[in-house]
């Protein structure tokens, strides 16, 4: 009997066991599974969390970019306000920062207007009486090759008269901008008006710059690159860089050419570009063309294809070796130099197709050298209303024109109003209800050697002749 109590005895204590081993089991199991959803949970937390610093992160950001991009445009927009108020255009400046929206909210932006406002009335109005204009012809490059053996070369000893060098042209304009002058265009010393009839009458125009500044108007005549220049160290043509900049090409003495600021208006260029104060508002000079050799240095006369009787020899030369001479594509890169510079701020005058003397020749001759010029340039660079005359010849002497002078009247009907002579005089400016007129001086080798052994004296108010005297210019020899 208690051999059978033992047995069942310890059969319970087995089941007791087993029983206690799958508790453990289970509690285990449960234990288990809770830690694997705790893991579980912080995973997805941790995600979620992520998540949130990421939107967070990319919600921040966002704004902050189009912050820093907003700054950035600001600031592009007073480097581009300051270069049109360095040009004397103040309210031109004031007009691009408040096309900015809201700009008053900007500290930066206002006190901008506010510094343009207090320049613009510390200026002054320039005497228009007092605006002097100056000219030159093409420049000479290398003056070795231009003025050898001018004693044996006519063509050497006019290029010492006629024409100044690169360098003596660098040190001018250099020297100019030093004494406070300031370029204008020739259209800004009178003010135009239009009445109900269509009729232009002119007054004098304003022309504001801080005191003790100057103004001054520039020409460059017979900018067409003549046959007679070849082989003379001077440019050979306009052309466009990469950039669509006017530059000029220049044939080296050992045959190649090369590109590159070698004549005024590639000069003048970069000299307003390092230097915006020295041009009003972005002013450059005015372009007077002949056109019987063709302009800017392309063969654009009608005379290159029909090849009259009494073509000049020089272009028959020229024909030859350009077997491939086409008249409109030469007058289609032209224009393309043409519109680049009209683009740049520089503007176009009439020289008279054949470089004519308008006082000397008779009324029908001037009437169709006109048309010629119309009919062969007009189409490349536009129409103008300024007529620059060569050789200086003007149509009487400075007396009021004469009303009812023929030739006067047919310039007029050709829509001509800007009368421009030579003359040596500091000051020379008319001003008048139906036309404006204004001397020229030219700075040029004579010129200037004359003012360096004193036998003249004005030019001293432009610069001093002999710092400016190009140390390769031989003795400048009379025409004779």
Same mark, same amino acid.
């Given at each position: 009997?208690?051999?059978?109590?033992?047995?069942?005895?310890?059969?319970?204590?087995?089941?007791?066991?087993?029983?206690?081993?799958?508790?453990?089991?289970?509690?285990?199991?449960?234990?288990?599974?809770?830690?694997?959803?705790?893991?579980?949970?912080?995973?997805?937390?941790?995600?979620?969390?992520? !998540?949130?610093?990421?939107?967070?992160?990319?919600?921040?950001?966002?704004? !902050?970019?189009?912050?820093?991009?907003?700054?950035?445009?600001?600031?592009?927009?007073?480097?581009?306000?300051?270069?049109?108020?360095?040009?004397?255009?103040?309210?031109?400046?004031?007009?691009?920062?408040?096309?900015?929206?809201?700009?008053?909210?900007?500290?930066?932006?206002?006190?901008?207007?506010?510094?343009?406002?207090?320049?613009?009335?510390?200026?002054?109005?320039?005497?228009?009486?007092?605006?002097?204009?100056?000219?030159?012809?093409?420049?000479?490059?290398?003056?070795?090759?231009?003025?050898?053996?001018?004693?044996?070369?006519?063509?050497?000893?006019?290029?010492?008269?006629?024409?100044?060098?690169?360098?003596?042209?660098?040190?001018?304009?250099?020297?100019?901008? !030093?004494?406070?002058?300031?370029?204008?265009?020739?259209?800004?010393?009178?003010?135009?008006?239009?009445?109900?009839?269509?009729?232009?009458?002119?007054?004098?125009?304003?022309?504001?710059?801080?005191?003790?500044?100057?103004?001054?108007?520039?020409?460059?005549? !017979?900018?067409?690159?003549?046959?007679?220049?070849?082989?003379?160290?001077?440019?050979?043509?306009?052309?466009?860089?990469?950039?669509?900049?006017?530059?000029?090409?220049?044939?080296?003495?050992?045959?190649?050419?090369?590109?590159?600021?070698?004549?005024?208006?590639?000069?003048?260029?970069?000299?307003?570009?390092?230097?915006?104060?020295?041009?009003?508002?972005?002013?450059?000079?005015?372009?007077?063309?002949?056109?019987?050799?063709?302009? $800017?240095?392309?063969?654009?006369?009608?005379?290159?294809?029909?090849?009259?009787?009494?073509?000049?020899?020089?272009?028959?030369?020229?024909?030859?070796?350009?077997?491939?001479?086409?008249?409109?594509?030469?007058?289609?890169?032209?224009?393309?130099?043409?519109?680049? $510079?009209?683009?740049?701020?520089?503007?176009?005058?009439?020289?008279?197709?054949?470089?004519?003397?308008?006082?000397?020749?008779?009324?029908?001759?001037?009437?169709?050298?006109?048309?010629?010029?119309?009919?062969?340039?007009?189409?490349?660079?536009?129409?103008?209303?300024?007529?620059?005359?060569?050789?200086?010849?003007?149509?009487?002497?400075?007396?009021?024109?004469?009303?009812?002078?023929?030739?006067?009247?047919?310039?007029?009907?050709?829509?001509?109003?800007?009368?421009?002579?030579?003359?040596?005089?500091?000051?020379?400016?008319?001003?008048?209800?139906?036309?404006?007129?204004?001397?020229?001086?030219?700075?040029?080798?004579?010129?200037?050697?004359?003012?360096?052994?004193?036998?003249?004296?004005?030019?001293?108010?432009?610069?001093?002749?002999?710092?400016?005297?190009?140390?390769?210019?031989?003795?400048?020899?009379?025409?004779?």
């Amino acid at each position: 009997m208690n051999e059978k109590k033992q047995v069942h005895k310890k059969r319970r204590k087995r089941k007791q066991q087993k029983r206690e081993q799958y508790i453990k089991i289970g509690i285990g199991l449960l234990i288990l599974s809770v830690m694997i959803g705790l893991v579980v949970l912080v995973k997805s937390c941790n995600k979620e969390k992520k !998540d949130s610093d990421k939107d967070t992160i990319e919600t921040t950001a966002q704004p !902050d970019e189009t912050a820093e991009k907003e700054r950035e445009k600001r600031q592009q927009l007073l480097t581009e306000s300051d270069r049109i108020a360095a040009g004397y255009d103040y309210d031109g400046a004031i007009s691009l920062i408040q096309s900015y929206q809201d700009y008053e909210a900007y500290p930066e932006l206002t006190e901008a207007i506010s510094g343009y406002e207090t320049k613009k009335a510390e200026c002054v109005p320039v005497n228009i009486e007092e605006v002097t204009h100056i000219f030159y012809h093409s420049l000479v490059v290398d003056p070795e090759r231009a003025f050898a053996n001018q004693e044996n070369d006519r063509q050497a000893k006019g290029n010492n008269q006629w024409m100044a060098t690169i360098d003596e042209f660098n040190k001018i304009t250099q020297s100019m901008y !030093d004494k406070g002058y300031v370029l204008v265009n020739l259209h800004d010393i009178a003010k135009q008006t239009v009445d109900e009839n269509g009729t232009v009458h002119f007054s004098e125009g304003t022309i504001l710059l801080p005191p003790g500044k100057k103004a001054y108007v520039l020409s460059v005549d !017979d900018l067409s690159y003549y046959h007679c220049y070849e082989n003379y160290g001077f440019a050979s043509k306009m052309v466009l860089d990469e950039n669509g900049k006017p530059k000029c090409e220049y044939v080296q003495a050992d045959g190649t050419t090369v590109v590159g600021d070698y004549d005024i208006v590639p000069l003048l260029d970069k000299f307003m570009e390092e230097h915006p104060d020295g041009a009003y508002r972005g002013a450059r000079g005015t372009i007077a063309l002949t056109g019987y050799n063709g302009i $800017l240095g392309y063969r654009t006369d009608i005379s290159y294809e029909t090849r009259p009787a009494d073509i000049y020899k020089d272009k028959l030369r020229w024909l030859e070796k350009h077997p491939e001479f086409n008249l409109e594509e030469e007058r289609a890169k032209a224009k393309q130099v043409a519109d680049a $510079l009209k683009a740049d701020g520089w503007s176009f005058a009439s020289h008279t197709w054949g470089h004519l003397k308008v006082a000397s020749i008779s009324l029908e001759q001037l009437q169709a050298d006109t048309v010629r010029w119309k009919e062969n340039i007009e189409p490349i660079v536009g129409s103008t209303d300024t007529i620059i005359f060569a050789h200086g010849e003007d149509l009487g002497d400075w007396k009021d024109y004469d009303q009812n002078g023929a030739k006067f009247q047919y310039l007029k009907s050709q829509g001509y109003n800007f009368f421009c002579n030579v003359d040596s005089r500091q000051y020379g400016v008319q001003i008048r209800d139906n036309y404006v007129r204004q001397t020229r001086r030219n700075i040029d080798g004579y010129r200037i050697y004359q003012n360096v052994i004193g036998n003249e004296n004005n030019l001293s108010d432009l610069f001093d002749a002999a710092e400016v005297l190009d140390p390769k210019r031989p003795p400048v020899m009379p025409l004779g």
